[in-house]
């Protein structure tokens, strides 16, 4: 199995990347976002308790997180492995996962990192803001406060993984398929 986090900050890259990656190494595109509209929307039980938490306007629990994360692994026995796409973005997130994967006998095997500079950043979102209809995609300051949240977030998570020797950054600059091919380069490297 291969398991792989794909980081980026907003803008970057990662929708399309892993879209990318999925096809190639046939893998399930694990979005938390993704996560949680499915429980909610089905009102599970750990959706409901999700919801609870969100109409109160607090952060879900990462023992709720991860028992969501849990139920999608094992809805797909059959998976080659899985993409985690923002997810983990703590500390407590990446060492749960580690036990969730390590417990399948199926760990982490990289964290890429797609690296952007603000300035590309900020006019891939604006330029997306003509199109998505999102108002948080064409006011400048939100987008670069999501960069700041980004990088505070998910900085100590590189760090964790790269005492594992598993966390790479990937210039996420240039063509769709050069990035792609960087991406696997990388894949396969660590994956041998």
């Known amino acids: 199995m291969i398991n792989i986090i794909l980081f980026g900050p907003p803008g970057s890259g990662k ?10 190494y046939q893998l399930v ?10 429980e909610i929307g089905n009102k599970t039980p750990l959706g409901l308790e999700a ?5 109160k306007g607090e952060l879900v629990p990462d023992s709720v997180t991860i028992g969501m994360l849990n139920n999608k692994v094992e809805a797909h026995p059959e998976a080659k492995g899985f993409i985690f796409d923002g997810f983990p973005r703590t ?4 060492q749960a996962l580690d036990t969730l994967l390590e417990e399948k006998d199926s760990p982490v095997a990289a964290l890429l990192a797609l690296q952007v500079d603000d300035a590309e950043i900020v006019e891939r979102i ?3 803001g003509k199109s998505s209809g999102r108002p948080d995609d064409n006011d400048e300051a939100t987008i670069r406060n999501r960069i700041f949240v980004y990088k505070n977030e998910t900085t100590p998570v590189f760090d964790y993984y790269n005492e594992q020797h598993k966390s790479h950054s990937i210039n996420g ?3 769709v398929e050069d990035i792609f091919e960087r991406l696997c380069e990388l894949i396969d490297a660590a994956t041998k």
């Open 173 to 175: 600059v240039g063509g």
């Open 15 to 24: 929708g399309t990347q892993a879209a990318k990656l999925v096809d190639r």
């Open 126 to 128: 604006k330029l997306r």
């Open 29 to 38: 595109h694990i979005s938390t976002g993704d996560l949680f509209r499915y």
């Open 51 to 55: 919801k609870s938490y969100i109409d």
């Open 91 to 94: 500390i407590p997130q990446a």
